[in-house]
């Protein structure tokens, strides 16, 4: 299991360094990252929350290049970054995505699966990836709208434990891009980091 973004492609991105990547790949995360891995998942990070501001809920966007880029990231109330954990099954080779339109931001929701009572959890669209427990097994649908959709089943236990393991990512990516946000984006570091932690939501037990 692993936290994942979804990434954009960094053609012409010039407001600081960034890795190659192709469009809509997913990146992983985790304190393992290099610093122009940094760069692009936090460019697309801001990019996913770059939108313009409508009548009065939100200050006008700024005329400079970076301050504009970031405005959204800083001024919403609720942010999106595309992505959330994708799951292996090392044996098979069975790999469940995160669909369209789901965010890292949910990546929580995953603990009702343990702890809701059986609750059957979606993680977006296209494909429509599933999980639902049975008694002391987790069964992961890589996408409930076709029949013979592949699947992957594992111990209650085993979910806990991996999930565990996705925020000691998440915290680690979290520490990389707050010494990253110091070196790039000095004059916004403190927001900026403020606003990924929303994101990333990780506990003091997970750092």
């Known amino acids: 299991m692993q936290p994942v973004l ?71 109330d609720t942010l999106f970054a595309a992505g959330g954990l994708r799951v292996t099954d090392s044996a098979t080779g069975v790999t469940l995505l995160p669909g369209c339109c789901n965010g890292l931001e949910d990546w929580r929701e995953w603990y009702q699966v343990l702890d809701g009572g059986g609750h059957r959890i979606g993680f977006g669209h296209d494909p429509d990836p599933m999980a639902e427990r049975h008694g002391e097994t987790v069964r992961l ?21 991996l999930l565990g393991k996705a925020e000691r990512d998440l915290a680690g990516f979290l520490a990389l891009a707050t010494d990253w946000a110091g070196q790039h984006l000095p004059r916004h570091a403190v927001s900026v980091v403020a606003a990924l932690a929303r994101i990333v939501v990780v506990s003091d037990s997970g750092r």
């Open 141 to 161: 649908t890589v996408d409930a709208e076709q029949r013979d959709s592949p699947v992957i089943e594992l111990p209650a236990v085993d979910l806990r434990r």
């Open 6 to 76: 979804e990434v954009r492609a960094t053609d012409g991105f010039a407001l600081w360094p960034v890795a190659e990547v192709e469009s809509f790949g997913h990146l992983a995360l985790s304190g393992e990252l290099t610093p122009l891995e940094v760069g692009t998942a936090m460019m697309s990070i801001v990019a996913d929350n770059d939108i313009d501001p409508e009548h009065n809920d939100r200050p006008p966007r700024p005329s400079d290049p970076l301050e504009s880029f970031l405005h959204g990231l800083l001024t919403f």
